[in-house]
């Protein structure tokens, strides 16, 4: 196809015209700067950031693996952001699918990683060497009543206050979800543990299951209100068919009486809370509200001076696990919620909707449906500087009605794509065939400090084979042509912090 007659630049060896129509051929060329594959292994992980070699760019730390359930000698992966070459690898008995959290634990100068995923696997390993710190060891716990059930899967952690007095802050995390327990079945599912653990050597400073007994699979949340010594906490449980419940609960109540007097302050009835929760000021109070989505797609949004529900919404039909981005997507000052929602029913779910909700009332301002399932998040930026953010989204097109358990028949293909709401457009970043990435979230930021942006993002060869089985990965590095005007404030899973909290201006 022809392309229309604008100014033209080489972008990854073929012409490429959706990039310059927003910010033309610059000095500052975009480019494909490196493209590293790894072979037989994949991921269910997104990409976090560090300069682990201190050479002034920040470096890439990524959870990786085989299949489900196989030991794998690159299970965890720390990328050189210059040149895209392995700084080391950890090796690894099942899939690390969390992101990493960096913490100085050894008092190098240089941060170090915590990263989990199945088995139960939670390690903290040096940012230097890749050597290992300490790893989660559940035998120790189990012949306790509460503890011995965190023996599943570590979700994300986060950094919390120092709770023992040594010095260093500590870590959040929940333990859950028994994988052979059976679709739609009760049997077999355990209560997910709540985790306060001490980040020098991985001991559990405090643990309770949820107050329901329900299991969980979602990430918890910690921040601080202005005017507030204490922290507020938010975790929630259930599954894709398993009823659950949001909760809040302080810090300081948490450690002294566990989790009995947490506050119920969301429910859904035949499904649980997967995803992230958000923390946002949505009600424009300066204090932070706390937006959840459910997994039958109810997003709540809960005054976080209250507690009251401000709004809610339901999407019909649809099944979420991804976690919600924020940016300002429209033209007024309070923050929008931007994620995606999956057509029918888990695991033959057999399709995927975009969905943007205004902020300020919970309305679907921007809905499209592109791609299949998948359980990648958005990143956010202002890209052509209009005051209106975009969103990059990486989406898969293929038979929608394939199954998880079935081989994809036709080809599949991965799209990076920029959403421009104002304009209501597609921008095409990357296309890929024969490759996927159901879950690895991009990374947009300055990764070399030019007052450029980078973007970041891995992909999976599916060489007709199923969703969810790995041959290889490839990641790459873009860097842009487009300027650096203001932080990035949602460029990762979780927003760019990695803690689930957009900052209040």
Known sequence: MALPSVNRCIFFGFKIYALLLLFGCTNKKTELVWDKSFYKIGSQSSIRTT????????????????NEEQFSESGILAINGQNGELIWQQETQDQVFGAATFLDIDNDKIEDIIIGGRGPQLKALNGKTGDVIWQFNPE?????????YARYNFYNTVLIPDQNEDGLADILTVNGGNARAEVNSYKDRYPGVLLILDAKNGNIIKGDTMPDGRESYMSPICFSQPDNADYTLIFGSGGETISGNLYQISLSEFVANGLKNAENIASEKDHGFIAPPTAVDISKDGILDIVAISHASTVFAINGKDLSQMWK????????????????????????????????????????????????????????????????????????????????????????????????????????????FKSNTIQPIDQQPDFKNIFTTPWIGDLDNDGYLDILYGQYYSPNIDILSFLGMRVKRISTSIPMREEVKWGAYMGSNGDGIYPIP
């Open 140 to 148: 120790q716990y189990q012949s306790d009543s509460l503890l011995k």
């Open 51 to 66: 300069d682990m070699n201190q050479d002034g760019i920040l470096d890439l730390i990524i959870g990786a693996g085989r």
């Open 313 to 420: 919404k339901k999407i019909e039909n649809t099944e979420c696990s991804n976690s919600m981005a924020v940016g300002y997507f429209n033209d007024d000052d309070i923050p929008d919620l931007f994620t995606f929602v999956s057509k029918g029913v888990w695991p033959e779910n057999n399709g995927s909707l975009q969905i943007m909700l205004d902020g300020k009332n919970g309305e679907i301002a921007y809905q499209n449906t592109m791609g299949c399932t998948g359980f990648s998040s958005p990143v956010v930026y202002d890209l052509d500087n209009d005051g209106i953010d975009e969103a990059i989204i990486s989406i898969n097109e293929f038979d929608c009605n394939t199954s998880f358990a079935n081989k994809i028949t036709g080809g599949i293909q991965n799209k990076l794509l920029a959403i421009n």
